[in-house]
């Protein structure tokens, strides 16, 4: 069965202590894994697309890497205003309807 | 440009009612999808539209829940004689149809079932 565990369920850091959240996923085959944001009271906010391992995307202090197994979300020297829930789903080959399977999420919290 | 739009952003219902949930895509987005997320839990695939394609209604958890698209733009999701557990929020996102396009989200409508 198509699966995504993302870890730790909660983090919190202090200002500019760089970290890494993990999204595990089992899939029948990956059309594309998603990386997106979510503040409270609104909808997920796209962030990045990988499709192949060795892959990295990055956007001002974030990074997101793929391996066949797993994907990371590497947050450089975050601020308050990156304190959200970060989410990850995949796609998968097996059928047509291009729906995402969805991690729980990893609430991040960024102390000043 | 503007985003997908949701409406109401929030609905309060007695149980039993029904509700009706609207959404907007993105101009040129013609894949919309409609997702469920509830305290705790991941979100849940309800509905999927592709242009004029028959939608791929896997993911409704019961006949009470139904959606169409009327011209291949503006989508409704009715759910019918409510309950409790249908208290989530509703989320719908709409993309681009070809493979590993973002989906791009509202920012839902907050259901409550007294």
């Known amino acids: 069965e198509d699966q995504v565990t993302q870890s730790p369920e909660a983090l919190r850091l202090q200002e500019g202590e760089s970290s890494s959240l993990n999204c595990s996923y089992t899939v029948s085959g990956l059309r594309g894994l998603f990386w997106y944001r979510q503040d409270p009271g609104k909808g997920p906010e796209f962030l990045f697309t990988l499709y192949s391992a060795g892959e990295e995307k990055e956007k001002e202090r974030l990074k997101a890497t793929l391996t066949k197994k797993e994907s990371f979300l590497h947050i450089t020297a975050p601020k308050p205003e990156d304190s959200a829930t970060y989410l990850c789903a995949v796609q998968a080959n097996a059928g047509n309807n291009r729906k995402l399977i969805w991690g729980l999420g990893t609430s991040l919290a960024v102390n000043p | 440009g503007a985003g997908v739009s949701q409406s109401p952003s929030n609905k309060v219902t007695e149980k039993g009612k029904d509700v009706e949930l609207r959404c907007d895509p993105i101009s040129g987005h013609t894949a919309l999808y409609w997702y469920r997320q509830s305290l705790g839990q991941g979100l849940e695939f309800l509905i999927y539209f592709q242009g004029n394609s028959a939608p791929d209604k896997s993911g409704l958890p019961s006949d009470r829940f139904s959606a169409e698209r009327t011209g291949g733009s503006v989508s409704t999701l009715t759910i019918q004689r409510t309950q409790q557990e249908d208290s989530a929020v509703y989320l719908c996102?709409?993309?681009?149809?070809?493979?590993?396009?973002?989906?791009?989200f509202g920012d839902g409508t907050r259901l409550s079932i007294l």
């Open positions: 996102a709409s993309s681009y149809p070809w493979d590993s396009q973002p989906q791009h």
